[in-house]
């Protein structure tokens, strides 16, 4: 274990560390609503618009972050806009917008550089690579998320459990939709570095359905949610530094483990 | 005419068409609601109860005529037909009670005292008070709609509107649900527009009745009501 704490003393480490544990606090937060409301789609639809993105920087020697956040922020008000409009037509939509933007983001890094040798890490994440700059935009961007869900906290549980009762009291809740979907969009793009486009989304969806288990409370859930994700997060990395994995798997290996075990409590405790 | 408090206008309905997708549902709706009245809505399903009461919160846009809610929707509140609550859904009692203080144009997002001692009254005031850290998917249905209702008053509301609020209760418990929609609506002088199936609640309770068949079919005293229609909607 010593082993690890040294090497946190490196600063392609620190830089890790400290931005995985913001991203997995906002990546559970927000995960919490996005699971309750049934919205984790979403979360999955933009990593790979988030793909695409990152594919398109890189190809015009841009800053991935700079070209990722706007489209993956219009892609997540044009999921919202089509929700709304009810019926299939919000999952047809992150479907057919998933899987183009997942072609379009494959076809971009091939013609650019004659091979796909670079796609691996945009798809399953890289986070020993991030630089100084790429750390205090994270840590800029994961500040925002967490004011705004902090602020926004109460309209947020109102608007989980009873849509319609906020709507006929006067709550503007398409605007908190749409506020959703702005945080999940920098959420999922803060992420992707990490995670990879494929397997942010389990970052989203994982604590939060662990932390549904275990709590009576939409307060509680929240909280064990952020306890779980940034635990999750921290034993994956530690695992992947001793195992020589890959992160991000390894963090959804964790979460996946967490949650089997909260299942199997649940389970006990009914008997 | 016995319209309760005073004369002072709470809504009115001005001929009101609503429906969705450009195809109505109810047409051609007008009518004054006063202040203290406690106005019964019937009418057979698919008759546009529902429709109406979404139109009046607001929930769906007029295609027609114009809804004036004279006292502001913060002062409104709702209790729908009880739904079926997901019963992994985790919030508490607590929880619920006070979201319904929450209000449109307040700049402060948390809950102030006051907004605690609201929702702690109408736990009270319910008797939800002993189960207030439950979770609400372990509540009976009954207990569940208490919750609802605790939600819904402690809003401090002047004008409650309740659509078909006992439909999947059980008679025991209806008659419970009733009695304290009488009292909430005396302690609290409360308006009420209420829709509902229960004859027995509308001849006891209603100061007037509007039944609904896609248009107006009926409105007018409880007594007029039961002596021009029998005291039975048209089905």
């Not at chain 2, 997002?109 to 979770?135: N, T, V, W």
């Not at chain 2, 009954?142 to 004008?159: D, S, Y």
Request: hydrophobic fraction near 50%; proline fraction near 3%; include cysteine.
């Amino acid at each position: 274990m010593n082993e690890f704490f040294e090497a946190l003393s490196y600063p392609f480490m620190y830089r890790a560390v400290i931005v995985g544990v913001l991203v997995s606090l906002c990546a559970a937060l927000l995960g919490v609503v996005l699971v309750l409301k049934r919205y984790t789609l979403i979360g999955h639809g933009l990593g790979e618009v988030g793909f695409a993105a990152t594919a398109l920087a890189v190809a015009l020697g841009l800053s991935p972050m700079a070209v990722a956040v706007p489209l993956v922020v219009l892609a997540s008000f044009l999921v919202m806009y089509l929700s709304q409009r009810g019926g299939a037509s919000g999952d047809v939509a992150i479907g057919v917008m998933a899987t183009s933007a997942l072609s379009v983001g494959v076809l971009i890094t091939s013609l650019s550089r004659g091979s796909n040798v670079d796609v691996t890490s945009y798809m399953f994440g890289s986070i020993l690579g991030l630089t100084n700059a790429d750390m205090w935009l994270s840590a800029a961007l994961s500040a925002v998320v967490l004011v705004l869900y902090f602020l926004l906290f109460n309209r947020l549980f109102s608007i989980s459990y009873d849509e319609t009762f906020a709507r006929a009291t006067g709550i503007n809740v398409t605007l908190y939709q749409f506020v959703i979907s702005f945080l999940t969009a920098v959420t999922v793009v803060l992420g992707m570095r990490m995670m990879g486009s494929m397997l942010i989304s389990s970052l989203i969806i994982f604590p939060a359905l662990t932390a549904r288990r275990l709590t009576a409370s939409f307060r509680g859930m929240v909280v064990a949610a952020a306890l779980i994700s940034v635990g999750g997060f921290l034993v994956g990395m530690a695992a992947s530094f001793f195992a020589n994995l890959p992160t991000g798997a390894s963090i959804v290996c964790v979460d996946l483990v967490m949650l089997g075990i909260a299942l199997a409590a649940e389970r006990l405790k009914k008997r | 005419m016995e319209i309760g408090l005073d004369n002072q206008v709470m809504m009115v309905l001005d001929n009101v068409s609503l429906g969705y997708e450009g195809r109505p549902v109810v047409e051609n709706v007008s009518f004054t609601l006063r202040r203290g009245e406690n106005l019964c809505l019937v009418g057979a399903n698919g008759s546009g109860k529902s429709t109406l009461i979404k139109g009046v919160l607001g929930l769906i846009p007029a295609q027609k005529g114009a809804i004036d809610v004279k006292c502001g929707l913060d002062k409104v509140s709702y209790l729908a037909q009880i739904h079926a609550v997901d019963r992994d859904f985790p919030a508490t009692v607590r929880e619920i009670v006070l979201s319904g203080t929450q209000r449109s144009g307040r700049r402060l997002p948390f809950y102030s005292r006051r907004d605690r001692e609201q929702a702690r009254k109408a736990m009270a005031r319910l008797k939800i008070d002993a189960f207030a850290g439950r979770r609400i998917g372990q509540l009976s249905g009954g207990q569940q709609q208490r919750v609802l209702l605790a939600r819904a008053i402690a809003r401090e509301p002047e004008l409650l509107i309740l659509d078909e609020p006992c439909s999947a209760l059980d008679p025991e418990i209806t008659a419970e649900m009733y009695d304290l929609f009488d009292q909430l609506k005396r302690e609290l002088k409360l308006t009420m527009l209420i829709s509902t199936h229960d004859w027995a609640y509308v001849r006891r309770a209603a100061d007037r009745v509007l039944e609904l068949g896609s248009r107006v079919e009926f409105i007018g005293t409880a007594q007029e009501w039961m002596e021009t229609r029998g005291g039975a909607p048209r089905e």
